[in-house]
């Protein structure tokens, strides 16, 4: 005879006011049992994660930078809520071209010329041969009608994906906020966790 049967047979003997308490026993810890699992519920439903994407641009090229935006762009149209946080090489996508720098020392000014000046003077991953597969890339989205990453960007800007320059890499590498676009955010790890935390998709590019 199994467990349950020997409970079963048990039961079956007992007078009906024992049988009445059991019942109000079991009953009043499947209450309980209910009333946490419901309240577990609920906590699970407030960290449920935001309708939201975190991108983090690392790169400096071109069609990895390109890429970032074109899944930022297409995430906001989706509905998402969607944040960029551009670190080390990533700054470059976010310099105003032609920006006045402020005063640099000797590695500074060594890292800024090595450095692309604005997304206008990215190269690309695979191929670049000092600039020449930049400038065959750019026409032949020119000839495909594929937008540039300056367009990408700004149409980012305009459907409200939030830029986050991280501040950490800006002091590592000499680069000042006047250098950068105007409209932009700074934070550093701490920024980006907070996004990343409540993210349906995170990204490293």
């Known amino acids: 005879m199994s467990s349950q049967d020997a409970a079963a047979a048990v039961a079956a003997g007992l007078p009906a006011d024992v049988k009445a308490l059991v019942a109000q026993e079991v009953e009043g810890r499947l209450a309980t049992l209910r009333g946490e699992m419901e309240a577990k519920l609920a906590e699970l439903r407030e960290r449920t994660v935001d309708n939201r994407a975190t991108l983090v641009v690392f790169s400096g090229d071109l069609d990895k930078v390109m890429a970032g935006f074109v899944i ?56 670049n041969f000092f600039g020449a597969g930049s400038v065959m890339l750019r026409s032949m989205m020119k000839d495909k009608q594929i937008a540039t990453l300056e367009e990408l960007i700004e149409l980012a800007r305009e459907m409200g994906v939030k830029m986050i320059a991280c501040t ?26 907070a996004d990343a935390a409540n993210s349906r998709v995170t990204l490293f590019i």
Do not use: C, H, R
């Open 72 to 127: 930022a762009t297409g995430a906001a149209a989706a509905g998402l809520e969607v944040s960029m946080f551009f670190t080390f090489w990533g700054l470059s996508a976010l310099k105003k071209p032609g920006a006045q720098a402020g005063p640099k020392n000797i590695k500074e000014k060594m890292f800024g010329m090595m450095t692309p000046s604005s997304s206008l003077t990215m190269g690309t991953s695979k191929m």
């Open 168 to 193: 950490m890499s800006m002091d590592a590498m000499g680069v000042g906020k006047q250098e950068l676009f105007d409209g932009i955010e700074y934070g550093g790890v701490a920024y980006y966790m």
